[in-house]
């Protein structure tokens, strides 16, 4: 396991095989797995900072699979979309 800063003192990228995590302070925000699958927990619309972040995240490491949520104009209903319809997965920690 491979624990990084990611864009922010505060924000981490933690690679473990072939997964990445995205996390926030002390909160696990997001996980990409080794497919492409995208997990969001219940921080990651903590704040406006914390979705910035979660952003560049996104589209550092999933672009080509995640691309609609930049394309709309506003992302975070979006997001919220995506986990009504189980495209993205949703796990309370």
Known sequence: MKVSQ???KNQF????????????YDSLVAKIDRF????LYPNWDYSNTTRKHLYMFLDEYCYRVYSEIYRS???RKEIERLIKERVIKFELE
């Not at 990228?13 to 995590?21: A, C, G």
Request: proline fraction near 0%; charged fraction near 35%; hydrophobic fraction near 25%.
């Open 13 to 24: 990228l933690i690679t473990d095989r072939e997964e990445k995590y995205f996390q926030s």
């Open 36 to 39: 492409g699958d995208l997990t």
């Open 6 to 8: 990611f864009y922010n």
């Open 73 to 75: 104009k506003n992302k």
